[in-house]
Antibody, heavy 119, light 110 residues
Framework: QVQLVQSGAEVKKPGALVKVSCKASGYTFTNYGISWVRQAPGQGLEWMGWINAYSGHTKYPQKLQGRVTMTTDSSTSTAYMELRSLRSDDTAVYYC????????????WGQGTLVTVSS | QSVLTQPPSASGTPGQRVTISCSGSSSNIGSNYVYWYQKLPETAPKLLIYKSNQRPSGVPDRFSGSKSGTSASLAISGLRSEDEADYYCAAWDDSLSGDVVFGGGTKLTV
């Protein structure tokens, strides 16, 4: 069965960067992409972008351009999301999801990674 | 403010049918597929509907999706207590650089 397992919770200071991993199993990693979505406390869902796991092509929302980088390692079927210049409003649970195409939010999701930004 | 508009809350009693609406524009719902997710506290979103009206395997046929123009709806029939959750709609938005946009979520109380 499709499974996405994310790295553990992180606590970061403002201005720092965080890198969250997402290890996929149960399907051919390079046949799909990975999207990233976050949910801040008490808020709704926010799309952070998508990466094609075969080509490495990415799509990022304008709001996060320049602060987010998504990468994949096909040798380990792992996707990574790096967010830089962290601010307090980046505190959220970050999810990865399998998404074949960039316009899809995702079908199977990871368990989520809590990132707390606090001085 | 979310790009897609959902009612903040909905309610029903066991066995009833409830509908959750999602309103957008020509750049998102009007020209792209709609996706629906169920979100329970402390758990990852679960895909309920994809491509506006398709159900993934394993999702009960009590859940159905529809789209008309720039609006979409999720219907849940035979309501159960375990359906109490937050529900989100989502769609690709063609404006600017492109973006997956979500509704603000609807809290369903059973």
């Amino acid at each position: 069965q499709v499974q996405l397992v994310q790295s553990g919770a992180e606590v970061k200071k403002p201005g720092a960067l965080v890198k969250v991993s997402c290890k996929a199993s149960g399907y051919t990693f390079t046949n799909y992409g990975i999207s990233w979505v976050r949910q801040a406390p008490g808020q709704g869902l926010e799309w952070m972008g998508w990466i094609n796991a075969y080509s490495g092509h990415t799509k990022y929302p304008q709001k996060l351009q320049g602060r987010v980088t998504m990468t994949t390692d096909s040798s380990t079927s792992t996707a990574y999301m790096e967010l830089r210049s962290l601010r307090s409003d980046d505190t959220a649970v970050y999810y990865c999801a399998r998404a074949e195409l960039y316009w899809e939010p995702g079908d199977s999701w990871g368990q989520g990674t809590l990132v707390t930004v606090s001085s | 403010q979310s790009v897609l508009t959902q009612p903040p809350s909905a309610s029903g009693t066991p066995g009833q049918r409830v509908t959750i609406s999602c309103s957008g524009s020509s750049s998102n719902i009007g020209s792209n597929y709609v996706y629906w997710y169920q979100k329970l506290p402390e758990t990852a979103p679960k895909l309920l509907i994809y491509k506006s009206n398709q159900r993934p395997s394993g999702v009960p046929d009590r859940f159905s999706g529809s789209k008309s123009g720039t609006s979409a709806s999720l219907a849940i029939s035979g309501l159960r207590s375990e359906d109490e959750a937050d529900y989100y709609c989502a769609a690709w938005d063609d404006s600017l650089s492109g973006d997956v946009v979500f509704g603000g979520g609807t809290k369903l109380t059973v």
